[in-house]
């Protein structure tokens, strides 16, 4: 899928974004979503194209109990609002994906209420069952109870589900808790969905483990980077480059066979700017985002330097999560400087990618490593680039043959460059 190779995407939580209750106290319905149409403009002056959102189905809190695959939460609008989104999104040469909650359904699902009205129904021979025969659940949430995979009914529901919003014109799917789901599964519904819609580009939410594998035999085109999100900020927050450098080499290894969805923010973790104390170091986040090889997204509220904790409690997500403004002009026309610096620095740091796009497969290449200090060669067919990060109070030396595109307090030392202290560069050869 070539439109993949090109794509940025812009990753929202709809419900939070909107500010809708979250709790189930309040599910008044309301057109929400076309709130979002004002924001396409927001995401394509950020040099995003591809918006990303979180669970948009009926649901009874959060969006992950889902209780109706084929309806829009009503708090959110209706399926018109959603197709009108999508409409103004492909106007704008937008591509949009929905997050698909397949592992999982809510307890007000209908196949929930018809098990437990009938246990030897056909209903409920789809859902899971625990070594005590009650209904199995998701990672320990009541509230969640688990599909049965292994059953053909499942299989056929997904297959429904995601080849009916690629039919309104949906681009990509996030499979959400996909880690949980035996690959097996994805393999028979993956080939069924894109008999019909073979652009649609899948990328499943995984956290650890062999992702090679999980890509190779489920059929799914990425998985989220959690590791190289990982080695990013805890090697930035703990000043240690050495743990970020084995997060590469292995980021390398997976790009020998899938390209990674890649991130440092998202719905379900604490703020990069909140995970790294030390603000200095909140540039170099971004430049490892947009200049290793993978497909970045940027959650809402990151480009401008939003923090937040995420936290083990109920509402413990809402911080993460926040409603959004009206208007552009209500958040953009009110930052202060460190955000203001923030957005624009994304805003270069998406325009150098976009002129760079082989930057999407590239690897690279580590020429000096320290704790406070990493300098890469990122490469690919059509072009290489160097990358150099500085946590130290020290100026940091590069390797000569090389001319800044962008950084923060490089210096020219005669024939090469030099990172002032807690700074960043990167650079092209001086000659081809």
Do not use: C
């Not at 009541?142 to 053909?152: E, R």
């Not at 808790?177 to 019909?196: D, H, I, K, Q």
């Amino acid at each position: 899928m070539q439109w993949t190779e090109h794509v940025i995407w812009w990753h929202v939580y709809p419900l939070g974004f909107v500010g809708a209750d979250t709790t189930g106290d309040d599910r008044s319905p309301q057109p929400r979503l076309r709130r979002l149409v004002p924001w396409l403009d927001h995401l394509l002056a950020l040099g995003a194209n591809g918006l990303a959102l979180g669970p948009v189905f009926a649901s009874q809190t959060h969006g992950y109990d889902t209780t109706d695959h084929l309806a829009v939460d009503l708090r959110l609008g209706s399926t018109d609002d959603l197709v009108h989104l999508l409409d103004e999104a492909h106007r704008r040469g937008i591509r949009v994906m929905l997050d698909g909650v397949f592992n999982h359904v809510g307890r007000g699902h209908p196949l929930v209420e018809a098990a437990l009205a009938d246990p030897n129904g056909a209903e409920a021979a789809m859902l899971a069952r625990d070594d005590a025969g009650e209904l199995g659940v998701f990672e320990g949430h009541g509230g969640l109870v688990a599909l049965d995979h292994a059953n053909p009914a499942v299989a056929d529901l997904v297959t429904d589900v995601m080849t009916h919003w690629l039919d309104l014109g949906v681009d990509a799917w996030r499979l959400d808790a996909a880690y949980t789901v035996p690959t097996s599964f994805w393999a028979r519904v993956l080939p069924r969905v894109r008999e019909r819609h073979p652009e649609a580009y899948v990328v499943g939410e995984v956290l650890h483990g062999d992702y090679a594998t999980v890509v190779r035999e489920s059929g799914m085109d990425s998985v989220t980077q959690y590791e190289l999100w990982q080695g990013v900020w805890h090697a930035l927050q703990e000043v240690n480059l050495f743990e970020l450098d084995w997060a590469l080499q292995r980021h390398n290894g997976f790009l020998d066979s899938f390209v990674p969805y890649t991130f440092v923010g998202n719905h379900d973790v604490t703020r990069i700017a909140s995970q790294v104390d030390d603000e200095r170091h909140h540039p170099h986040a971004l430049v490892l985002l947009f200049l290793l090889g993978g497909t970045p997204s940027v959650y809402h509220g990151d480009e401008v330097g939003l923090r937040a904790v995420k936290e083990e409690r109920f509402g413990g997500d809402d911080a993460i999560r926040p409603a959004y403004p009206e208007t552009v002009s209500e958040l953009v026309d009110h930052l202060d400087d460190e955000q203001a610096a923030t957005l624009a620095l994304h805003q270069q740091l998406i325009g150098l990618r976009r002129r760079h796009p082989w930057l999407h497969r590239a690897r690279s290449s580590t020429l000096a490593v320290a704790n406070a200090s990493l300098v890469l060669e990122v490469a690919a067919e059509g072009g290489r680039l160097l990358v150099a990060l500085n946590l130290s109070d020290d100026e940091l030396a590069l390797p000569t043959g090389w001319q800044a595109l962008a950084g923060r307090d490089e210096q020219r030392r005669g024939d090469a460059l030099a990172v002032g202290p807690h700074g960043w560069v990167v650079a092209e050869p001086t000659s081809p």
